[in-house]
RNA sequence: GGGAUCUUGGUGAAGCUGGUUAUCACGCCACCCUGUCACGGUGGAGGCCACGGGUUCGAGCCCCGUAGAUCUCGCCA
């Protein structure tokens, strides 16, 4: 096809361009028509250019200009000229000059858009679905996309400066059990055989190791079947890495000089040399979860020294049943009423998690105490507040659960909750590591243990002769990056004894025969050398959305799926043909 | 599977304790305009107020149900 094809970009001129010709390429992004002069904003990838039809312009051309409407494709022929010198457009990179056309050609047109391209789209969301290819278009999502690859992109020069391989494994894997639900794929030369997508790489990347590829990362697609959140789509990007003869600190030395480089490249953000490393009981008793938000103090205290010496009785009941109480305080705001409803809402958030009942107690003047709790704790005002440090203005919110890891929780709702709305939260990245997870959790509905993070991680030393005995103290070599409230990688220091292997699938109630089954390659594999080894994954998706401040990961994937694993814009998932199933071997059971 | 919130011209919102012609901004169409840059001005078109029932003299508003959306609990090694 031939058309007018373009010079320069729209980012492209400055002032040293002052009376060249140009083509132009791009689409109207705003057309201010003022009858005998007309500026048209013209946009691409790069930036925007303003071009002037004015009286001087022939007949056609001004006609040519008049025709044109909000993101028509087309080329521009034209002088660069300089503006005025009162015209100059400081917010724009273009804004000393502009280009006067001789010449517009219309590339093609485009139909009364379903909403308006700006910075951000307000439309709701499902819409902005269905068109994502215009949404695109929106100088947020073109900034947001262009952080991703820029992102990838300092990955990628900083890990292969320091030796490490890209290397692919297969996204046609086989179906493991544990873990999320796998996406099959049925297999058309197999008859009721299917192959799974890849939840992570992990086997492979551990068979990597065997291989002797002792540095090894690559940017991988992950698929998991479950339902979507804010942070989480059924598909995603991880850069996964593993490292061999490497211990626990290796691999966060250079996660933290991998994210100090690459944060100081893309966004000229300095990150510190160490991240803050946070015991994982820890975690949970002093922020309520597993992956605190470190902008903002507020934190969890244990409540129970001092309301065993009040009058709680319900509280101390709690306690007497071996339960926790646990105490957050929510200072004083200027302008912020900590109004009956807003204490209600609170109450709501951390009921969500488990706890009952919020009490809370109102600090005024001289620790004067009043609220719902405040008559429990007669005679013991200044201890409690010395204890909490909590002051005149401030309200402390309890909860109580017989159940640690959900009293945490509760107490973490308010805590989180308290950020957001007191305005608690500084700018910024707060990166850590929690660390010490431990390997096994109960699984009361199976009624058994499993592995908390994943069964091919290392037990710390301590803990190896006595797995068996009892299982739920055990610890791994394991680690989460934090950041800013969102786990942001995973990882750990891996198994590679058979034997030490074999015991963690016994304690997963595997027996030995289904474990050969099921992961035989990988015990194999270890029967032949392996080698120590250790590794992490980042999701990507998810540190561009908090690297560009959003709150959905839908804003850091160029074509992501709704909140019901639907793509509007294609719709899908969709039926398939009957051939197609017959191939496969497959009848569709619908459900009633 | 559960919970919360929501659905009003193409888009985003307003619409109070139910009251007659559903309001505003942007966009769209037409015309005017020589320095705009989210240009401005004048005029115009465009709505069964998600759908189905109900209460009422009267429903965008109240009640019930359905569908869809967003967030969330469970789930996510």
Redesign the pocket.
């Known amino acids: 096809m031939n058309f007018t094809k373009r010079t320069v970009t729209c980012g492209a001129l400055t002032a040293a361009d002052v009376g060249k010709t140009v083509i132009l390429n791009g689409w109207v992004h705003?057309?201010?028509?003022?009858?005998?002069?007309?500026?048209i904003?013209l946009r691409d990838r790069y930036g925007i250019t303003?071009v002037?039809v004015?009286?001087?312009a022939s007949e056609e051309l001004q006609k040519a200009a008049a025709a044109l409407?909000?993101e028509y494709c087309i080329a521009v022929t034209g002088v660069v000229?300089k503006?005025?010198d009162?015209?100059?457009?400081k917010?724009?990179a273009t804004?000393e000059i502009?280009v006067?056309a001789q010449k517009i050609e219309i590339l093609s047109k485009c139909e009364?858009?379903?909403?308006?391209i700006?910075e951000e789209?307000?439309?709701?969301?499902?819409?902005r679905?269905k068109y994502r290819f215009l949404d695109l278009r929106s100088g947020g999502m073109q900034k947001r996309i262009r952080l991703r690859h820029e992102f990838i992109k300092a990955i990628r020069d900083f890990l292969c400066d320091k030796d490490f391989y890209e290397i692919e494994t297969p996204t046609l894997i086989r179906s493991?059990p544990?873990?999320?639900?796998d996406f099959l794929v049925p297999s058309r030369k197999y008859a009721g055989k299917f192959y799974a997508l890849p939840?992570?790489p992990?086997l492979y990347k551990q068979l990597l190791m065997v291989s002797g590829f002792d540095k090894y990362f690559q940017i991988a697609r992950?698929y998991?079947d479950?339902?979507?959140?804010?942070?989480?789509q059924l598909e995603f990007t991880q850069l996964d890495l593993e490292m061999s003869f490497v211990q626990r600190d290796d691999v966060l030395s250079l996660m933290e000089e991998l994210f100090g480089y690459v944060f100081k490249r893309t966004m000229n953000y300095e990150l510190p040399a160490h991240f803050r490393r946070i015991d994982y009981f820890d975690a949970m008793n002093t922020y309520g979860c597993d992956k605190p938000d470190l902008r903002f103090e507020c934190e969890i205290k244990d409540l129970a020294p001092i309301v065993e010496k009040s009058t709680f009785e319900a509280y101390k009941q709690i306690l007497a049943d071996k339960g926790f109480v646990k105490a957050v305080v929510a200072p004083a705001t200027e302008g912020f009423d900590m109004t009956r409803k807003y204490l209600d809402s609170l109450a709501e958030a951390a009921k969500?998690?488990g706890a009952s009942f919020v009490p809370f107690i109102k600090v005024g003047e001289n620790h004067a105490l009043s609220g719902s709790a405040a008559k429990y704790f007669t005679g013991l005002e200044e201890e409690l507040c010395s204890y909490l440090g909590a002051k005149n203005g401030d309200v402390i919110l309890m909860v109580a659960h017989n159940n640690w890891k959900k009293c945490c929780?509760s107490a973490g709702a308010l805590r989180s909750k308290l950020g957001k709305d007191l305005g608690l939260i500084k700018p910024g990245f707060a990166f850590c590591w929690i660390v010490d997870f431990p390997l096994f959790e109960y699984n009361e509905?199976e009624g058994h243990w499993?592995?908390?993070?994943?069964?091919?991680?290392m037990p710390q030393a301590k803990f190896i002769d006595t797995l068996e005995q009892n299982p739920g103290e055990v610890r791994g070599d394991l680690y989460d990056m934090v950041v800013n409230g969102y786990e942001c990688a995973?990882g750990s220091i891996r198994i590679h004894d058979v034997e030490l292997q074999k015991r963690i699938f016994r304690i997963c109630n595997f027996t030995d025969e289904e474990a050969e089954k099921k992961f035989g390659f990988l015990l194999n594999a270890f029967k032949y050398g392996p080698p120590p080894h250790g590794g992490i994954?980042p999701g990507i998706d998810r540190m561009v959305m908090i690297m560009s401040e959003q709150?959905?990961?839908?804003e850091a994937i160029a074509f992501p799926k709704?909140?019901?694993a639907?793509s509007?814009m294609d719709d899908c998932p969709n039926d398939v043909d009957q051939k197609q199933l017959e191939e496969l071997h497959l009848a569709i059971k619908y459900?009633k």
């Open positions: 705003r057309d201010r028509n003022h009858g005998a002069l007309h500026f904003n303003q002037v004015d009286d001087s409407k909000m000229r503006r005025p009162n015209m100059i457009n917010d724009m804004g502009e006067q009364t858009l379903p909403f308006m700006d789209t307000t439309a709701n969301e499902d819409l679905l493991t544990e873990g999320a639900r939840q992570s992990q992950c998991r479950e339902d979507a959140r804010g942070d989480r969500v998690y929780a509905e499993e592995a908390a993070h994943h069964m091919f991680s995973s994954a709150s959905s990961i839908k709704n909140s019901f639907v509007p459900p």
